[in-house]
């Protein structure tokens, strides 16, 4: 068993997670950020792809987790 995977598929677990979980606050939080820094056109609600990019960690993470297992 590979720690060093083991740990990367923790890691993508809680971020899948969080994005399922709070799409919400991400979403306002990369507003907030995004006027900060001066890219006021660039606000745009984008709730529904956070739920999307959860699922893509959720895969990455089950992948890494099979890798640790495998070595």
């Keep these: 068993m590979d720690i060093l995977f083991l740990i990367r598929s ?4 809680v971020a899948g997670l969080v994005t399922i979980i709070f799409p ?3 979403n306002n939080f990369k507003n907030y950020l ?16 956070y739920y999307q990019l959860g699922i893509i960690f959720f895969l990455i993470s089950g992948i ?4 640790s297992i495998k070595q």
């Design 34 to 49: 995004l006027i900060k820094f001066g890219f006021k056109d660039r606000v745009k609600n984008e709730i529904k792809g």
């Design 24 to 26: 919400k606050e991400l």
């Design 64 to 67: 890494l987790f099979i890798v």
């Design 10 to 13: 923790i890691i993508f677990l």
